[in-house]
């Protein structure tokens, strides 16, 4: 977990051997006689016949204590009292001896607080026992005891831990944490015997964040493809750095950097010894990206009440499995979250927000003066829920969720005749800026058959769009008993469907020349064969320890999701399962286990296998072993 940074308030060094002159001034003796002599000794200084006793030697303690518990002085502030109380005292004594050697005149100096001289006078000594002179100053014998008792007194304090040094810390610091973590992975994909050709297995992602692919009978290539038979091992790094701070009044700003092979939206991941120099290979320089950057307000409140305001690119803010939203995912704009308890240990939450998916380029198209109507994308999502303790050993989270993908899905273009690559159609923005594999795909142009494409069979530059509109409900909850604590068993769970799923109207899309989706068919030459889906669900069971923060804690989970084609966009799950063709339309289990090796360190372990649910068969494993560090 995020650990803030802590300042270091040590405790300060005790007191030097002397208190300062202020706080060991005896009151003034009266010295009898022509000419005073050294210091008398203790038992004669406090004797009431002779002289005025000075201030007891507690009054004097407490007196220190009462100083350094108010921080009226530090240690260095007390060295420079004290060698003025000593500069004092041999002043003093020197008088004294002056007063033997000179004995009609004794010169004395009252001296101010901060050192310097008040006032000098003379007295006339006749050498009669009426002429007195008055010193100030406390015996070396008493300077060592209240010494002595005061450094005892401190030491006592600073193990009691009731001494405080003066907390020189900037406020700036204070207000700054810093969090961070770094993973190193071994992985492995393998692909068994028994998977489709890969020519089944188009990679629309590819096409559609580069050049629109001619799929003209002209051109002999092949449209790029997804790897589903040749075996892959990876090393690969994820570095992350993230800072908050306190703006006061309830504010807080925050901003993480990440590492990452590209700007993917659902991995970190950075592959070590990239393709290219670009991404690494040749021990080339790796990127980072901006990963996030916010400004909160959180109105506060007590354990069971809160409400927050976040707006610009933010952490996950919903109840979620890595089946609908990776874990990697950030979010873009704004979101309210609040949770307010209504009983003992039942805390209803809300959370609900708006977040732009994509935004067309301001001069779309940018090659012609005539620019093209905007094709902007949003999510709109609410999610409701409680958490509730429902007895000693057993609590339950639970929550309902519906997310609306506004203009998602993709449109088709007015008639239009590309003569290159570079022309550009209306709709063309419609495509996913990114996406991963599995859901269904229409041609987005409505290409003209003419002279100048051969009838439809030359230049037939093609672009995709997702078949379907997304407006997905959704129900998380996870199960938890703690009765062998700290050993734990809890159960999550999660199911999606989407509600705006329409078989027939899939069937029905598309440019008149290529009606109905190109992918997820029983026959990959018949549209009408569409076998995609649009419900997905999945349930893992974990043990072990909730939170690793001792050596050989551990935890293990198992689990199985069922993701059929159009359940949820596919450009926002989990972006390992499955291998390379990671996404939806896949089914398979999961088993994996972690182990402390410290509290901020722990190895961890994780196998994945995937079969497809429609279309081409396809088969992964996938095997990673991690080593994990936070700060």
Known sequence: MDQPLVADNSLPSPLPAVVPSEIASAAPQTLSGPAPGPPASPASQLDASSATPPATENAMVNLVNLLVDQHVITATAGNKLIRQANDEAASVHQQILLARTQPTTVTTSSVSADGGAASDSSSAVAGGSDDEVQVH?????????????????????????????????????????????????????????????????????????????NFGQNNANYPPSSNVNQDRERMRLRARLGMAYDLGQNFTAGMRIATGSDDSPVSENQTLGGANSAQGGDFGKYQLWLDRAYIRYDL?????????????????????????????????????????????????????????????????ATNQPSKFQSEDKWLYAAQGGTNWKISKDVSLKAAAAYYFFDNIQGKVSDPF??????????????????????????????????????????????????????????????????????????????????????????????????RGPVNNLGNPTDPNSFVGGDTGWMLRLNAGKVALQSLWD???????????????????????????????????????GNLALGPRVWLGLRYMSADSIAGPAYHSDLFQLDLNAKF
């Open 300 to 364: 506060g409140g007590d354990a069971g009440r809160d409400f927050s305001l976040t707006v610009g690119r933010f952490d996950n803010p919903f109840l979620h499995t890595s089946m609908i939203w990776s874990d990697d995912l950030a979010f873009d704009g704004a979101v309210a979250q609040g949770k307010y308890a209504v009983g003992d240990g039942f805390t209803p939450f809300l959370t609900a927000g708006a977040f732009p998916v994509f935004n067309t380029d301001l001069n779309f």
């Open 417 to 514: 005749v590309p003569q290159s690559a570079s022309d550009i159609s209306d709709t063309d923005d419609s495509r996913p800026s990114f996406a991963q594999n599995g859901n269904t795909y229409i041609a987005l142009r409505n290409i003209t058959p003419d002279a100048s494409n051969d009838d439809g069979l030359a230049n037939q530059y093609q672009y995709f769009g997702l078949a379907t509109p997304f407006h997905d409900f959704a129900f998380t909850t996870q199960l938890d008993y703690s009765g062998f604590d700290p050993f734990h068993l809890w159960l999550v769970g999660e199911f999606v469907k989407n509600l705006a799923f329409d078989r027939n109207a899939i069937l029905d899309n598309g440019p008149p020349q290529a």
């Open 554 to 592: 551990w935890n293990v989970q198992l689990s199985y999701r069922y993701v059929e084609s159009d359940a949820t966009v596919d450009g926002f799950t989990d972006s390992d399962f499955g291998g390379s063709l990671a996404g939806t339309n896949l089914k398979g289990f999961v088993l994996g």
């Open 137 to 213: 100053y406390v015996p070396d014998v008493v300077k060592n005891q209240i010494r002595d008792e005061v450094e005892v007194d401190l030491e006592k304090q600073a193990q009691e831990g009731k001494l405080q040094a003066r907390d020189d810390v900037p406020d700036w610091v204070k207000r700054l944490h810093l969090t961070g973590d770094i993973r190193v992975r071994y992985e492995g994909d393998f692909y068994p015997s028994g998977n489709a050709s890969g020519s089944n297995f188009t990679s629309f992602n590819s096409i559609n964040t580069g050049s629109p692919f």
